[in-house]
């Protein structure tokens, strides 16, 4: 089921199966900001990753003994959640565990998203509670989709990504089955701009560790439109297109990452994985401004 928000210059929408963002458009100019998901290039609009980014193992891995599977960016996107809270501007979605998660992921939880719209700005908060009597472990994050070009009079090659900083960064290269590779090349040295071009995407997607940066502008060389996305706490960021000519980039913070050849398996031990005590609840917001 779709909710909607409003105010004097955009719409949003988002559908309560995965709590997706699935529109965010400019009234004035009935301008869709987000990528429409066309099932013949990419089936998605901005999936909620949890309770793992990326890929694990043969899609499994290990807790107290026990293997448990579970697909690439985890179940929370296939999900239905449940409307807890709505007004105007703010959208609150739950998730909780039951049955159906405890047989793949054997933690109980509280999974909370909201969506607030203030002017030109959308701010999405992910709050997740361990409403267990052990410690959980866990990964989530953000894969919203842009539509590149956003005018008709455009090319994907007129856009850019535009870093807070100047950066020195390499992405990590990940294999065939989505695992790191334990590969890496440079790929901003000492610059703050990526000029987007889709044959970056035949590698899969380009994954950086540990930007100085917080804040990602996606522009165009007009400059007739800037989307830029703030992700304070989030130590992961994933640039992301199904390879070839897709017109859309994702833009993704995550607070966790792809398993590597090699890991153990073991989810305690897993690289970005966060642990949090029980009653303990963690909490990031990202953000999306349109200019």
């Keep these: 089921m779709l909710y909607f928000l409003q105010n004097d210059t955009f719409k949003v929408a988002?559908?309560?199966?995965?709590?997706?963002?699935?529109?965010?458009?400019?009234?004035?100019?009935n301008l869709e900001l987000i990528w429409q998901a066309d099932p013949a290039v990419w089936a998605a609009h901005a999936p909620n990753l949890f309770p793992v980014v990326g890929e694990l193992p043969n899609q499994a891995y290990t807790f107290e003994g026990k293997t448990y599977q579970l697909?690439?960016?985890g179940f929370a996107r296939h999900r239905e959640f449940?409307?807890?809270?709505?007004?105007?501007?703010?959208l609150v979605f739950q998730?909780?565990?039951?049955?159906?998660?405890l047989a793949v992921y054997p933690f109980e939880f509280r999974f909370l998203i909201a969506y607030r719209l203030e002017e030109n700005k959308l701010f999405v908060t992910y709050q997740l509670t361990n409403t267990d009597k052990q410690m959980l472990y866990?990964?989530?994050?953000?894969?919203?989709?842009?539509?590149?070009?956003?005018?008709?009079?455009?090319?994907?090659?007129?856009?850019?990504l535009e870093f807070e900083h100047e950066e020195t960064l390499s992405r990590y290269l990940l294999n065939e089955n989505g695992l790191l590779n334990g590969e890496a090349e440079l790929l901003l040295d000492q610059t703050n701009i990526l000029p987007l071009q889709h044959s970056y995407f035949d590698k899969d997607a380009i994954?950086?560790?540990?930007?100085?940066?917080?804040?990602?502008?996606?522009?165009?060389?007009?400059?007739?439109?800037?989307?830029?996305l703030a992700f304070e706490g989030f130590p992961y960021l994933g640039i992301w297109a199904k390879p070839g000519p897709s017109p859309y980039v994702c833009i993704e913070p995550w607070c966790g990452i792809a398993s590597s050849v090699g890991d153990s398996g073991e989810?305690?031990?897993?690289?970005?994985?966060?642990?949090?005590?029980?009653?303990?609840?963690?909490?990031?917001?990202?953000?999306?401004t349109v200019f």
């Design 82 to 90: 449940e409307l807890i809270d709505s007004s105007k501007n703010k």
């Design 14 to 29: 988002v559908e309560s199966l995965g709590a997706e963002l699935q529109h965010f458009i400019k009234t004035d100019e």
């Design 267 to 288: 989810l305690q031990e897993k690289e970005g994985i966060n642990a949090l005590r029980p009653a303990e609840t963690f909490e990031r917001t990202f953000s999306i």
């Design 138 to 160: 866990f990964g989530l994050g953000a894969h919203p989709g842009f539509n590149v070009p956003l005018y008709p009079n455009e090319k994907y090659e007129d856009y850019y």
């Design 95 to 101: 998730l909780k565990y039951d049955d159906e998660t």
């Design 207 to 228: 994954v950086f560790k540990n930007p100085k940066s917080e804040k990602v502008t996606l522009a165009n060389r007009t400059n007739q439109r800037r989307i830029e």
């Design 71 to 73: 697909p690439r960016h």
